[in-house]
Antibody, heavy 121, light 108 residues
Framework: QVQLQESGPGLVKPSETLSLTCTVS????????WTWIRQTPGKGLQWIGA???????NYNPSLKSRVTMSIDTSVNQFSLNLNSVTAADTAVYYC???????????????WGQGTLVTVSS | SSELTQDPAVSVALGQTVRITCQGD??????PSWYQQKPGQAPLLVIY???YRPSGIPDRFSGSSSGNTASLTIAGAQAEDEADYYC???????????FGGGTKLTVL
């Protein structure tokens, strides 16, 4: 059973870069898409972006200028960098598997437990 | 980008059937996925594609789509189904995935 675990600082200063890593266990990271999703306190979910094991990426247009994702298949990890953060980036950040079928439907499964990142000085 | 609209809150009597809806233009082209989220937990996939349930999801959960509206139906709602439910779909304009605002389900 594939499991995901986020890791990284829980506090980031305004204007700095938020950096998170997701470790995949119980299966290979190769041959699949992986995604980052965030949830602001008391609010809904926002897809941030996705990365394939080859390193190709897709980002949410609203965050594209500040997001970079990378992947290291040798250690079954993928990462998120979000630069120039503000208080509005305070959220629970989730990593998840991202699967699709014949350009007809997609789904996110499994999910990590999530990690709260607070942006504050 | 596309938007997905959900009713903020829905209630259902214990054991009755409830339908949670999601509206958006992208649903004319793509099937959605549905997620259940309980307080303090990560979202859990409950329905994806035309009407597929991951292993472990009870068969009282089902999905359907018509035009720009998708529905998640819970037949015989149980107390443990009380949660927030989110729909998600790919944006019609490109590789961007959009969530609905979520529906808080209360089981009375």
């Amino acid at each position: 059973q594939v499991q995901l675990q986020e890791s990284g600082p829980g506090l980031v200063k305004p204007s700095e870069t938020l950096s998170l890593t997701c470790t995949v266990s119980g299966g290979s990271i190769s041959g699949y898409y992986w995604t980052w999703i965030r949830q602001t306190p008391g609010k809904g979910l926002q897809w941030i972006g996705a990365i394939y094991s080859s390193g190709s990426t897709n980002y949410n247009p609203s965050l594209k200028s500040r997001v970079t994702m990378s992947i290291d298949t040798s250690v079954n990890q993928f990462s998120l960098n979000l630069n120039s953060v503000t208080a509005a980036d305070t959220a629970v950040y989730y990593c998840a598997g991202h699967q699709g079928y014949q350009l007809s439907y997609w789904w996110f499964d499994p999910w990590g437990q999530g990690t709260l990142v607070t942006v504050s000085s | 980008s596309s938007e997905l609209t959900q009713d903020p809150a829905v209630s259902v009597a214990l054991g009755q059937t409830v339908r949670i809806t999601c509206q958006g233009d992208s649903l004319r082209r793509y099937f959605p996925s549905w997620y259940q989220q309980k307080p303090g937990q990560a979202p859990l996939l409950v329905i994806y594609g035309k009407n597929y349930r991951p292993s472990g999801i009870p068969d009282r959960f089902s999905g359907s789509s018509s035009g720009n509206t998708a529905s998640l139906t819970i037949a015989g709602a149980q107390a443990e189904d009380e949660a927030d439910y989110y729909c998600n779909s790919r944006d019609s304009s490109g590789p961007n995935w959009v969530f609905g605002g979520g529906t808080k389900l209360t089981v009375l």
